[in-house]
């Protein structure tokens, strides 16, 4: 796994003037903010979406679970039929879908056009997340790369500290489907934005479905990482999934103290992001691993000092500020492995994390279930530790001569 920051497509010669170019990555934050968002906010709509569509809760919870699967196991195929689309056609085409489905949402009369509609959604989204990241990257300069992919990855930070807390207000103020229009209207602001701001971007380093599926065999740094991020997603995720019920049961957390420590866990990873942007053009493989590490210790520190509220916000904002770290690096690492065909290989990496997402909330819930929601911590650190330790462990190999 190579320790060399990002390389771009795109050559400090460049054809953008700065201005635009990061307007152009400004956009792309903003699609990335309301495709987040409009995945994520159901979770707070759950009990009003239920009682509106005379469904239990467990199964308005799917629209959230079929969103992301869909967005996972879609992507690589999409990627791959799309190859020859220019990207900002195909990005202005996936935020018209986005708009589509959350009109259709907010009208829809029944609960199985909603979970329908969701699928559909999923799938643009996919194609973002393997699209977003490396249109950004090539509308500036090389040396700027890793900045910018920093700064459309703080979008997710964004949504879950300001997108996420605002449907729910938003919601309280007046119904459900109310806020799924405000959510097209801001999807139809952003889709005109990036009609305005990103230049013509055609397609570059698409591949085939056969070779997209072929890549890992190939690349041995690319299987590497696709195992990392593998390890590091089910580790992280099946305990940030419990985190609510964890801090209730060992911090007697109210649901005020578990949103603002939960805002200030989105702050910290934000903050993550963009100390990320600066180091790993110094040291890709050493910002991983401090990452990587922070995320154990945060975790490590939950039992220690997490029954508190004190020390469950300094175990919180270190878990922010490390999964930050962790989540650019994973992207840089990914384009380092695969250059020549980043979208083919994030499409691969879209599809590992999600599906990846969905097995450790899976996994969670049976450790919470089974064992007790502190368990859910300890796999968490078991887990995050595997893709640490997978990390080091290639370091002799990697740096071998003849590599």
């Not at 007697?252 to 578990?258: E, K, L, S, V, Y």
Request: proline share 4%; hydrophobic share 55%; net charge positive.
């Amino acid at each position: 796994m190579t320790t060399t920051g990002l390389t771009s497509p795109a050559q400090d010669n460049h054809p953008h003037s700065a201005l635009r170019s990061w307007l152009g990555v400004s956009a792309i934050t903003a699609s990335l903010f309301v495709f987040l968002t409009t995945e994520l906010m159901p979770v707070g709509l759950l009990t009003p979406i239920s009682a509106s569509l005379s469904i239990s809760v467990g199964l308005a919870g799917l629209i959230v679970t079929l969103y992301g699967v869909s967005a996972g196991l879609g992507v690589p195929f999409i990627v791959a039929w799309s190859r020859r689309v220019n990207r900002r056609v195909l990005l202005s085409t996936l935020l018209a879908i986005l708009t589509v489905g959350n009109v259709i949402t907010a009208i829809s009369p029944n609960y199985p056009l909603v979970l329908t509609t969701r699928l559909v959604m999923g799938f643009a989204s996919g194609v973002f997340w393997a699209i977003g990241v490396s249109m950004a990257m090539r509308l500036v300069p090389e040396r700027h790369a890793s900045r910018a992919a920093a700064v459309v990855m703080s979008g997710i930070s964004i949504a879950a500290v300001v997108g996420i807390p605002l449907g729910t207000i938003l919601e309280s103020l007046t119904d459900w489907r109310t806020t799924f229009l405000i959510w097209a209207g801001l999807s139809v602001l952003v889709l005109l934005t990036v009609v305005a701001a990103v230049p013509s971007l055609p397609s570059a380093n698409a591949v085939s479905v056969r070779e997209v599926f072929g890549l890992p065999s190939k690349n041995l740094p690319l299987r590497r990482v696709l195992f990392t991020v593998v390890l590091f997603v089910l580790g992280h995720f099946g305990a940030y999934t419990f985190v609510r019920p964890y801090l209730e049961d060992s911090a007697a957390a109210t649901p005020f103290f578990i949103t603002v420590v939960l805002m200030v866990y989105g702050a910290g990873g934000a903050a993550g992001n963009f100390i990320a942007g600066y180091t790993v053009n110094r040291s890709l493989r050493g910002s991983f691993i401090v990452g990587c590490a922070g995320l154990v210790v945060s975790l490590l520190s939950l039992p220690a000092i997490g029954h508190g509220q004190a020390g469950s916000i300094v175990s919180l904002v270190l878990w922010g500020v490390s999964f930050g770290v962790v989540q650019l690096c994973q992207v840089n690492m990914t384009q380092a492995a695969a250059p020549d065909t980043f979208e083919a290989a994030m499409s691969l990496n879209t599809m590992a994390y999600n599906t990846s997402i969905a097995l450790g909330a899976l996994l969670g819930g049976l450790f919470a279930d089974h064992l007790g929601v502190t368990s859910v911590v300890w796999f968490g650190v078991a887990l995050t530790a595997a893709s640490l330790l997978l990390t080091l462990g290639t370091r002799q190999r990697a740096s071998r001569p003849g590599r």
